[in-house]
């Protein structure tokens, strides 16, 4: 190689050894375009048909007699009263517990943490929890509410379920109540410090009130995750033939998603016709439940 | 008050009292810092209650048993534990859903982030994150009543349940997975990167490729590591749509077990407390928690190994 | 009004800029620019911020066509090809109009791959370890980093960083090299270096550069052009240049009431 003493080597720009072939990239560029544009048509068109199949399937069996009926051997008698009961008295039990759980654990972390072992530790074991498979949670359900705790639970019952589902989501709420802290500008804090409020007078008279609507629209994403959940249900052994609404937490129970299961492994087709139908009530909870969170989300952000 | 107040007048008008609000944040950080020990008694609970029923398995059936045998029949009289069976199952079903989820996925990702105007980008994005959350019996259903029957009429040897269908769907359903937290990496690395690409000659398509997707690169692995665990821990698609058929093989074409499908399977038969029955259902279960542990700790390390910092 | 430097007659013309305004959307960032760039000469940019300063710069390359709301008017030719031409490929001009940008930007590659990349892309024949090795002297980096190519070009310090973006655009071998304020995020050290950078690559290749430090300018240019930035009816801000000439005549006699106040550092 010869390279001279000055600084700039010598030679002048030759552009010949340059050949751009422009020609070539671009077409791999529209060939690029191409797919990424397709890719993302072929996901949502698979969406879609997902969603037309079900509605088209469900929506010939969805009547008042339908969501007003209990389950039945009898596909043209069936309904999801119990289920969607069932759905209800669980999520009471897991808002119930989780909103103050979750809460109060983001608070912790976010606002009351010192940067120790403890903080550490709980920080690693939330995102190692966000990670674990649903049904494993059922196991811990399983053998912690219907059998240790028994007793107090009733074993297969709406408050076994929903402590479950509480461990389940917990990680999710507590993530989302510390981001919507985060958002808070440190001036609030340092303002009213400054006025001389204790750490927690400051929390509870400026942060929290600021922080509201994101942590509750955190709190709805995370029910509507719970809502769906059929695996840990499954796990712990929630019924699927129940023909009475819970009339407490004690009372054993079914769920929407667990009709639902039941149904689409029933050989005969109007069983799946029913449950095509229950898909339908389940999504539009979920997609208003959503819609709440995403209105909530927009107007926060814009008085922000 | 150990500070004197500069005027006695104002010494009257102001009673603040620290003890008590003292007290109070006392109170509520502790009461705050033992809900966030929750989170860590979940996590001991969870490795109790799997270890302590997988040590009672483990002195029935011996490890090497479990892990060498060819035939999974613990629910038959003649008992043979070989884990070998479902995790088989779990693995090539999982395989199948992540060529589905990584194509489809990331390429949605760059398309969002790189392609889509901002319009379309802020309608699309809140729709994957909805996708995201459609129930997983829903995803059930469309695999065992959809997909399977229009499979079938280009595959005719497709059985009823089969591992295709069920991995097929289960890619659709983490797909939006991956394309959203895909799509989060792509879309943070910084627009100077891009503009120092551009600045040298490149198209769209080099400056993506070359450069936006290297800087993205342990974001992108992070969400299809993500994506794996989930698929691997998917219960209801694959319980409704790949079956309940314990078999060794990769065909995708017949019914399977997976390891969650076994769980749902003897869960749903109320199996006896201190049963094998019941024993095996959390050795299954441990297996599930380990594969996904690992899972999760090698995202963890890649994304420390591999992020690069942009200030 | 056009400003066109009295000596400009001496050297060759790079860029010319006629009537050039660019907008954002409804906003006008900078309008009506008369300006000639001498080739192998030295051009500062200065002027407070919002007077269009790196607007301009970036119309040289075309960097503004990857923002879909700019829009340009007037016209720009490069050795008398109008750039802004249908038929000119921005990918192609800007292989040959290099540019170097306000905080470092090496790509999350290795210090090799760094300056290998560009040249790769535009199809280079020649022999890439000699390409690369010339660049890193050029940028007076070669003796820093010569024992670690294959480390991350993130692991190097900011000044070595934007020189390693300097060798970048200069592997490609470009004509012009624009930059956006090189030095704002470097410590004096690192910008003297830079600087003295300037000078030898001036033999090569024309410099234009934007700059919030007036010495800066004084120091490194031949020819300083002044923008400065007036109130719109809209309440926003509208650059404009309000006075070209060789960098001695901007700084000591300068036309323009408000070029002597900004030079003696009375505002901006």
Redesign the interface.
């Known amino acids: 190689m010869n390279i001279n003493d000055t600084r700039i080597s010598d030679r002048p720009i030759t552009s010949d050894l340059f050949k751009p072939n422009l020609a070539k990239r671009y077409n791999l560029d529209r060939v690029f375009a191409f797919f990424a544009w397709g890719a993302t048509t072929i996901a949502v068109a698979i969406l879609a048909w997902l969603l037309i199949t079900i509605l088209i399937d469900g929506i010939g069996t969805l009547n008042w007699n339908f969501i007003d009926s209990f389950a039945s051997r009898k596909a043209e008698r069936a309904g999801i009263k119990a289920a969607l009961a069932g759905t209800l008295w669980v999520m009471g039990v897991v808002a119930v517990f989780s909103f103050p759980l979750g809460v109060g654990a983001g608070i912790f972390l976010e606002e009351f943490s010192e940067d120790n072992w403890f903080t550490r530790l709980v920080e690693i074991n939330i995102s190692n929890l966000a990670g674990v498979p649903s049904i494993i949670y059922g196991l811990l359900g399983l053998a912690a509410f219907v059998r240790i705790l028994g007793p107090i639970t009733g074993g297969r019952s709406v408050l076994a379920g929903g402590l479950t589902l509480v461990l389940l989501i917990l990680p999710v709420i507590i993530v989302s109540t510390r981001e919507a802290l985060r958002t808070v500008p440190d001036g609030i804090r340092a303002a009213g410090f400054a006025l001389g409020a204790t750490r927690w007078q400051v929390i509870w008279n400026h942060i929290l009130p600021a922080a509201m609507p994101g942590i509750l629209t955190g709190m709805i994403l995370s029910l509507s995750r719970a809502i769906g959940e059929t695996a840990p249900l499954l796990a712990i052994g929630a019924a699927s033939f129940i023909a009475f609404t819970p009339n407490g937490l004690q009372s054993s129970f079914t769920a929407l998603p667990i009709q639902i299961y039941d149904w689409v492994g029933r050989p005969k087709k109007e069983f799946h016709d029913l449950a095509a139908s229950g898909i339908i009530v389940l999504m539009t909870v979920l997609l208003l439940m959503n819609a709440g969170a995403i209105y909530l989300r927009n107007r926060f952000q814009q008085t922000r | 008050m150990t500070v004197q107040s500069p005027t006695t007048q104002s010494q009257s008008l102001w009673r603040?009292n620290r003890d008590r609000?003292?007290l109070?944040?006392s109170v509520?950080?502790f009461?705050?810092?033992a809900?966030?020990?929750?989170?860590?008694v979940?996590?001991l609970?969870?490795v109790a209650?799997?270890l302590?029923?997988t040590i009672s398995f483990l002195q029935e059936v011996p490890i090497w048993q479990f892990l060498t045998d060819r035939k999974w029949t613990p629910l038959f009289a003649s008992k043979e534990f070989g884990i070998f069976v479902l995790v088989s199952a779990t693995v090539m079903i999982s395989v199948i859903s992540i060529l589905v989820a990584m194509?489809?996925?990331?390429?949605?990702a760059?398309?969002?982030s790189?392609?889509?105007?901002p319009r379309t980008r802020k309608i699309?994005k809140?729709?994957l994150e909805?996708?995201a959350?459609?129930?997983?019996?829903?995803?059930?259903?469309?695999a065992?009543?959809?997909v399977t029957p229009f499979l079938q009429t280009f595959l005719p040897n497709l059985k009823g349940f089969n591992s295709i269908s069920a991995g097929l769907v289960l890619g659709?359903m983490i797909?939006?997975l991956v394309?959203s937290l895909s799509e989060d990496a792509i879309y943070s690395v910084?627009q100077?990167?891009?503009?120092?690409?551009?600045?040298?000659?490149?198209?769209?398509?080099?400056t993506?490729?070359?450069?936006v997707l290297?800087?993205a690169?342990s974001g992108i692995v992070s969400s299809l590591i993500?994506a794996v665990?989930?698929a691997?821990?998917?219960?209801?698609i694959v319980?409704?749509a790949a079956g309940a058929n314990p078999t060794l093989g990769l065909n995708p074409l017949v019914p399977v077990m997976t390891m969650?499908a076994f769980?749902?399977q003897v869960?749903?038969g109320?199996a006896v407390?201190g049963s094998i029955a019941y024993q095996t259902?959390?050795a299954v279960?441990t297996t599930?928690?380990l594969i996904?542990?690992a899972?999760?700790i090698f995202?963890?390390w890649f994304v420390r190994r591999f992020r690069?910092?942009y200030d | 009004m056009t400003q066109t430097a009295g000596a400009m007659t001496a050297h060759k013309i790079a860029f010319q800029a006629e009537k050039l305004s660019v907008s954002y959307g409804s906003t006008m960032a900078v309008k009506d620019v008369f300006l000639d760039i001498p080739q192998n000469q030295i051009v500062a940019f200065i002027g407070p911020s919002g007077c269009g300063k790196s607007t301009v710069l970036r119309c040289f390359n075309r960097m503004n066509d990857l923002i879909p709301s700019a829009k340009v008017e007037g016209r720009i030719t490069f050795k008398g090809q109008d750039i802004y031409d249908k038929r000119v490929d921005a990918v192609e001009l800007r292989r040959r109009v290099g540019m170097v940008f306000q905080r470092p930007n090496p790509f999350p590659k290795s210090i090799y791959q760094n300056i290998a990349f560009g040249a790769r892309i535009n199809g280079y024949q020649g022999d890439m370890d000699e390409l690369v090795e010339r660049s890193l002297r050029d940028a007076a980096l070669w003796d820093e980093v010569k024992d670690k190519l294959k480390a991350s070009g993130l692991s190097l310090s900011g000044g070595q960083q934007q020189r390693l973006c300097i060798a970048r655009a200069i592997a490609i071998e470009p004509e012009v090299i624009l930059m956006d304020e090189p030095c704002s995020a470097l410590d004096p050290i690192s910008t003297l270096r830079v600087e003295e950078l300037m000078q030898e690559l001036k033999q090569k290749y024309t410099i234009v550069i934007v700059t919030h430090n007036m010495q800066q300018a004084s120091r490194t240019s031949d020819y300083t052009a002044f923008y400065n930035a007036k109130a719109t009816d809209q309440g926003g801000k509208m650059g404009y240049l309000v006075e070209y000439d060789r960098t001695e005549v901007i700084f000591q006699q300068p036309a323009q009431q408000s070029t002597q106040e900004y030079v003696s550092g009375r505002f901006g």
């Open positions: 603040p609000s003292r109070i944040q509520v950080k009461i705050c810092g809900f966030a020990a929750v989170s860590i979940t996590t609970g969870i209650t799997l302590f029923e194509p489809l996925g990331l390429l949605a760059i398309c969002l790189e392609y889509a105007t699309l809140p729709v909805v996708l959350g459609v129930p997983t019996v829903v995803y059930g259903y469309f065992l009543l959809t659709v797909t939006p394309a910084p100077r990167l891009r503009d120092g690409a551009y600045a040298l000659g490149t198209t769209k398509r080099e993506i490729v070359s450069v290297p800087a690169l993500l665990s989930r691997v821990g998917e219960t209801m319980t409704l969650t769980i749902v869960t749903k109320d407390h259902l959390f279960g599930l928690f996904t542990l899972l999760n995202s963890f690069e910092k």
